[in-house]
């Protein structure tokens, strides 16, 4: 089992400049607390998500830490030009040593999309080109592409990751078909569902992998060890504390301000978010098996619990959210690296 974060990177109600700068300290710890992997959230024009760019905030990331793996989870990419992208993907591999991770997407927001005037019911034929001119662009030194909205002809590649082929691909799974999909592509996938409806993903997605394991190459898609299996992950709230009581207060109280952060563009347009309105509150996620909020013992028998009924090999947490103070954020991470990490890989392995 090894341990990774998730982070919409939502606003806390520090100032820009001190709240970009108290998160990167955030990151620091989760490098040298050995987390596998740092991965983040675009959003636009919602208090949602603050790393706009992801680009531009990883390539901070990759300067702050020095073992920790990083990427998006997701890149919306029908909202970027191709060849820009893959100029970016490269360079951020290339900085870090190899560390980037490549989370690719549609985006879950019509809103977001119309915001930058593209047409939502293009989503999924522009992700689709993209991912192919992706592919192309870091596996090739020239681009040759006839799409409907993209067309290349005899394209120069000067830039190319470090990682070969490619920077392993992650994605967000959700219902069974796309959890099978990926798992005939090799792709390390994310799961927030509970932990009942995450085991149906992961049965599916092994169905496919193994289905498909004899005609794929060592897997560099997934990141994995030759022959190994990718990463299979559990997203979570994870809020951590001396006693049981302080974790929940403090869980309580951010998650109502990360609520509202979610919510925030949705409310303004008078319309209903994708997948429907999350919980309004920290209890109902929690008695739903999507956050954890307690003592390390708590935290401890909780998670270990959901990790083996989901069938992951990867454990996802969301440490910091909301208006969580720098000081309770560090004093969860550290409860975790100490007393969870352990505890969990010993009976999760």
Partial sequence: MEFGVFDHVDRSGLSLADFYEERLKV??????????????AEHHATPLGIAASPSVYLAAVAQRTSQLKF??????????????????????????????QLGIGRGISPLETKCFGIDPAERQRRYE?????LKLGMTRKTIDFEGQFYKFHDVPMELSPLQQPHPPFWLGFATPDSAERAGRNA?????????AETRVLTD????????????????????????GEPKLGLGRFIVLADTDEAALATARRAYVKWHANFHHLWHVHGVTPTRGERAPNFDEIRNGDRGIAGSPETVIKELAAQLKESGVNYCVGQFVFGDMTPEEAHESIDLFVRHVMPAVRQSCP
Wanted: charge should be positive.
């Fill in 27 to 40: 990151v620091e710890a989760y490098d040298r607390g050995g987390f596998y992997a740092y991965h983040v």
């Fill in 71 to 100: 990427g998006p989870l997701v890149y919306t990419l029908p909202l970027y030009h191709p060849l820009r992208l893959i100029e970016e993907i490269c360079m951020l591999d290339q900085m870090s040593g190899g560390r980037f």
């Fill in 129 to 133: 080109e993209i991912v192919e001119i």
């Fill in 187 to 195: 792709t390390n996938a994310v799961s927030l569902s509970t932990a």
């Fill in 204 to 227: 599916r997605y092994r169905k496919g992998f193994k289905a498909n394991t004899p005609t794929l190459p060592s897997p560099a898609s997934s990141g994995g060890k030759k022959g």
